[in-house]
């Protein structure tokens, strides 16, 4: 509920080019009345309860420009298999083995965020290395980056999978030497095991929103991007939620473009319907797959497999009909799209829809836009595209991106300095639950460059503290057509701001991921406390 609040004492970065760097902030009714000195901001709105920042940094709430929030929620209830935790296949059968021992027989075990370049073992697991743990129950662990998984001969039964079972055509099924599936399922093959599983109610879709919501406000996230609604019950999820004032943070929606176009064009619904609190986003499509599954669609073939490109999700013109469609009815369009060939096909079937017809900035989204070099980005700037890069990736995926593509290619992927350079407004993404909410994850990764290990991943592609948390705060906005409401602590904006437990400009930038988020607040309202939360 909009709120009066008085931020004072504080290092407060506002984003804001003509007023940068202040002390306090006062927020009337939800939105900001002054940003400047302490004394201003008591006068502007006197008898406002005041939190007292005592030299802490605080910034505009943080948007995170592409996630799951949903699958945030819904993750909290699966197997954590997170390379942090699990050092080889014998760490994740042990989990699967506890999990199916609590479980009735024909109950799944599911899990997620093994990295098969950083187990012991190098490799996925199998169906073998399954079964002799939970021979009763279906199980899939899902990698990651959510591409690829590994099924049991339980789940692979339930969904009809076997060794005549034909590849989809937007993914693979691992084989032996005789033809039988290995249990590794990649994209569309996950997908077909993923269909056999049973699917959460929208009650249960209700409360995953709200538990994922509260890991988005615990890291100071206002704004997300749910990057992927295809069913009713989800769209119905979200708006009871807002109807009821229990959506905890703003939500732009990625519509699935095969599941929902229709339906939206039919009742004359494009990009921009809804609310400060809930609005329709781009329409969405996968262009490729992912480079940890080698099915990110690439130029150049993949180390070591001369005849291993990727794999496109659909036929190229299939796309480009489809941009078409979505663009003429008014959508912002949003393409998954890794791979270097998979970004050219996107521009190409932009421009080409933009040709037919132009519209004033379409601002058209490549989500992730991994692997890039001068030219694709002098396209990008030229179509006025808006890339979404996943900030934290190289800090989590470095091994399979090296592995997978060499050091050659990976030199401009999440490049926030390549994407400056060439005038590009880049917003910040985590992508969670692929890799952790954690937003100051994806600053310290922009700053220093650096993965888990400390090691370093293109250190010409650094950018400043500053310009990592404006792509945190006015880019989000910006990707959103929301640059006018939030992004900036100045008056008339929405009074969502981030406090953390330190300033942060004082911290060592290696350490900026371990940083704590004290409170974060949406129109004024104090809607995440970190030590209300007993921490």
Known sequence: MPADLLLVNGRVRTMDPANPAISAVAIRMGRVVYAGDDAGAKAAAPGAPEIDLAGRTATPGLNDAHAHPMSVGLALLDLDLSPERNAGIGD????????AA???????????????????????????????????????????????????????RL???????????????????????????????????????????????????????????RQGVTSAVEAGIRDPREMRAYQRLRERGALPVRTYLMMMLDETLDDLVSLGVFTGFGDAWLRIGPAKLFADGSIGGRTAMMHAPYEG?????????????????????????????????????????????????????????????????????????????????????GTSFLRH??????????????????????????????????DAPVVPVNALAGVQ???????????????????????????????????????????MLRPGMLGDVTVFETDLFGV??????????????????????RSAAGQ
């Open 305 to 389: 497999e001369p005849d291993n490109y990727g794999l496109w999700m659909m036929p190229p013109e299939e796309l480009k009909a489809k941009v078409r469609r979505a663009h003429d009815a008014g959508f912002q369009v949003g393409i998954h799209a890794i791979g270097d060939a998979a970004i050219d096909l996107v521009l190409d079937a932009y421009e080409a829809a933009q040709a037919a017809n132009p519209r004033p900035d379409p601002r058209h989204r490549i989500e992730h836009c991994s692997i890039v070099d001068d030219r694709i980005l002098g396209r990008i700037r030229d179509l006025g595209v808006v890339p979404i890069p």
């Open 102 to 156: 609590g479980k009735a027989p024909g109950s799944w075990v599911v899990g997620r965020g093994y990295d098969d370049a950083r187990l012991a073992e190098g490799r996925h697991p199998t169906r073998a290395d399954l079964d002799a743990v939970a021979p009763e129950h279906p199980v899939v662990l899902i990698r990651m980056c959510h591409h690829i998984g590994a099924a049991n001969s339980a789940a692979l």
């Open 159 to 217: 969904a009809g999978v076997t060794r005549e079972t034909p590849d989809p055509d937007d993914g693979l099924f691992d084989r032996d030497e005789h033809g039988e599936p290995t249990g590794v399922l990649r994209e569309g093959a996950l997908a077909l095991v993923r269909a056999a599983m049973p699917e959460p109610d929208e009650a249960a879709m209700m409360a995953a929103l709200a538990a994922g919501g509260r890991e988005f406000l």
């Open 508 to 529: 060592d930038p290696d350490d900026l991921a371990a940083v704590e988020v004290n409170c974060t607040i949406a129109e004024g309202d104090v809607v995440y406390e």
């Open 445 to 487: 990764t922009m700053v220093t460059r650096r993965d888990v290990l400390g090691r370093p991943c293109n250190p010409e592609e650094a950018i400043s503290l500053e310009d990592a948390l404006r792509a945190y705060t006015v880019n989000g906005a910006y990707a959103s057509f929301e640059e006018g409401s939030k992004g």
């Open 397 to 430: 995926f470095r091994d399979a991106y090296v592995n997978n593509l060499g050091e050659w290619r990976i030199g401009q992927a999440y490049g926030m300095r390549s994407f400056a350079r060439f005038g590009i407004v880049a917003a910040a993404s985590s």
């Open 92 to 99: 994740l059968q042990a989990l699967v083995r506890e999990a």
